[in-house]
């Protein structure tokens, strides 16, 4: 991954299909690494890296036959919703 100071200022959409080192895609099997390249360039300067959680960590149950609880503990924090 470039470092932020050597990007160069695009005033234009980028072309999705061309590589970060500048060649273009030529088969719909290169789409796959192209993908996780702007994923890659997103993490790296929008969004920032997503956490792994475990699948171990998430626990969903029913409740009244209409209802979802799902919680969430991973590393001593929780989170919980219900849905309808």
Known sequence: MPPYSVLTDNPKFPDPFTFMDGTRMTTTAQWKCRRAEIAALVQEFELGYKQ??????????????????????????DINFTCR
């Open 52 to 77: 792994y959680t475990p699948y171990s960590a998430t626990t969903a149950s029913f409740v009244d036959g209409n209802k979802i609880t799902v919680d969430v503990n991973d590393n001593g924090k």
